[in-house]
C-alpha cells in the first residue's frame, strides 16, 4: 500500500503535498521574476513618486505655517509696537492737557484778581467821591441848623454868622479830630 499511497500523491516521486516539484518551482520563481521587474521598473517610481510629492505638500504645508507664523509673530509685535506708541501719545496729550488747563486756570485767576482789584479802586473812589459829596451836604445842613438853633436860643436871626469864621474854624478842629481818631 504504500506504493498506492505514494501514487496518490499529486506530484509523485512521494514528496508531499508541501514540497513542490521543480517545474511548479520554476514556474512560480519566474512568475515571481516578471512581477517583481514591473513593480520595481513600473509601479515603485510611481508610488516613490506619489510619496515624494506627498512628502513636498506636507513639508511645503510646515513650511508656510513657519512663515505664518513668524508673519503673525512680526504682526504682533507691530501691533504692541503701535499700541505701545499710541498709549505714550495718550499720555503726552493727556499731559499737554493737563498743563494747558493749568494754564488756562492760572491765567483767569489772574484776569479776577485784576477784575477784583479794578472793582475794589473803582469803590473806594466811589465811596471817597460819595462821603466828600455827603460831608459837603451834611455841613451846608449842620450850619443852617446850628445857626437856626443858635438864633432860637439868643431870639434872633444870626444869619451872618453863618459865612463866619467861626463855622470854619469848628469844622476844621472837626477834621482834625476825625483824622486824628483814625491813626
Same mark, same amino acid.
Given at each position: 500500500?504504500?506504493?498506492?499511497?505514494?501514487?496518490?500523491?499529486?506530484?509523485?516521486?512521494?514528496?508531499?503535498?508541501?514540497?513542490?516539484?521543480?517545474?511548479?518551482?520554476?514556474?512560480?520563481?519566474?512568475?515571481?521574476?516578471?512581477?517583481?521587474?514591473?513593480?520595481?521598473?513600473?509601479?515603485?517610481?510611481?508610488?516613490?513618486?506619489?510619496?515624494?510629492?506627498?512628502?513636498?505638500?506636507?513639508?511645503?504645508?510646515?513650511?508656510?505655517?513657519?512663515?505664518?507664523?513668524?508673519?503673525?509673530?512680526?504682526?504682533?509685535?507691530?501691533?504692541?509696537?503701535?499700541?505701545?506708541? !499710541?498709549?505714550?501719545? @495718550?499720555? /503726552?496729550?493727556?499731559?499737554? *492737557? $493737563? &498743563?494747558?488747563? =493749568?494754564?488756562?486756570?492760572?491765567?483767569? +485767576?489772574?484776569?479776577?484778581?485784576?477784575?477784583?482789584?479794578?472793582?475794589?479802586?473803582?469803590?473806594?473812589?466811589?465811596?471817597?467821591?460819595?462821603?466828600?459829596?455827603?460831608?459837603?451836604?451834611?455841613?451846608?445842613?449842620?450850619?443852617?441848623? !446850628?445857626?437856626?438853633? @443858635?438864633? /432860637?436860643?439868643?431870639?434872633? *436871626? $444870626? &444869619?451872618?454868622? =453863618?459865612?463866619?469864621?467861626?463855622?470854619? +474854624?469848628?469844622?476844621?478842629?472837626?477834621?482834625?479830630?476825625?483824622?486824628?481818631?483814625?491813626?
Amino acid at each position: 500500500m504504500p506504493c498506492a499511497a505514494q501514487s496518490l500523491l499529486p506530484y509523485g516521486l512521494g514528496m508531499g503535498i508541501l514540497i513542490p516539484g521543480p517545474a511548479p518551482t520554476v514556474v512560480g520563481v519566474v512568475s515571481f521574476a516578471v512581477v517583481f521587474v514591473c513593480m520595481a521598473k513600473v509601479l515603485l517610481p510611481r508610488i516613490n513618486k506619489v510619496l515624494g510629492e506627498r512628502k513636498d505638500a506636507i513639508e511645503g504645508q510646515t513650511e508656510r505655517a513657519e512663515q505664518l507664523a513668524a508673519e503673525a509673530d512680526e504682526v504682533l509685535a507691530k501691533y504692541r509696537e503701535e499700541l505701545a506708541e !499710541a498709549r505714550h501719545e @495718550a499720555a /503726552r496729550l493727556r499731559q499737554r *492737557a $493737563l &498743563e494747558e488747563g =493749568a494754564q488756562l486756570i492760572a491765567e483767569i +485767576r489772574a484776569a479776577g484778581l485784576r477784575e477784583r482789584e479794578a472793582m475794589i479802586v473803582e469803590a473806594q473812589a466811589r465811596l471817597a467821591a460819595d462821603r466828600v459829596i455827603a460831608e459837603t451836604e451834611l455841613r451846608g445842613d449842620i450850619v443852617s441848623l !446850628a445857626t437856626e438853633l @443858635a438864633g /432860637r436860643v439868643v431870639g434872633e *436871626a $444870626l &444869619e451872618s454868622v =453863618a459865612n463866619s469864621e467861626i463855622v470854619d +474854624r469848628f469844622f476844621s478842629d472837626l477834621d482834625a479830630r476825625s483824622v486824628a481818631g483814625l491813626q
